[in-house]
């Protein structure tokens, strides 16, 4: 997945009744992290990996924003107003079997303070090849936006695409021999703490 040298594209296509419910649910509370149900295409050079059923939300602290349309406004087929926000991606949310090339969770960020869009990216990288085995994986990736029963499919861009730190990420660096085992705490920073 986190291949610097490939700009896959992931298509998440979902429908119209479960984007209105991300609508509604950060209408109800823009901090939410409920999951809606999606499926997703990782299409990198031709070869398409296809998850039904994943979760997706919205993510982000002071950054969050909603995906289309002002508050209170539901999906418009014909007229959208897209806006760039961060997502998350929860494979096995719904399924237990998702997973992609052995990865449960992937975040993408769209580079909202970053018009180079190569800060984070290359901090990241910089990390790991000091041997900074904190750092996730990253690389970065086109999103696409398909309602189902839309005519047409939103690009919404290039986004960055990062490791979630979740207990795949300890995983991964217990299996690197990082840390003695695959538990412990995480800890979550939220905007105001």
Known sequence: IFDKNALPTITVEISTAEWNKLLTNFDTNPNNEDCVVANLYFNKYGVINELDSIGLRLRGNTSRVRPEGATGELHNATNPDWHHCHFGFRFAKFKDSNSLSGTDRVDLRW??????????????????????????KSSYCRLKIKIKEDQTTAYYGVYEMFESPDDQYLADRAALGKIKKASGFLWKMSWGS
Request: proline share 8%; aromatic share 20%.
């Open 111 to 136: 580079a909202n303070n970053d018009p180079t869009y190569v800060h984070e990216m290359y901090s990241y990288d910089m990390m790991r090849r000091f041997g900074i085995w904190t750092a996730p």
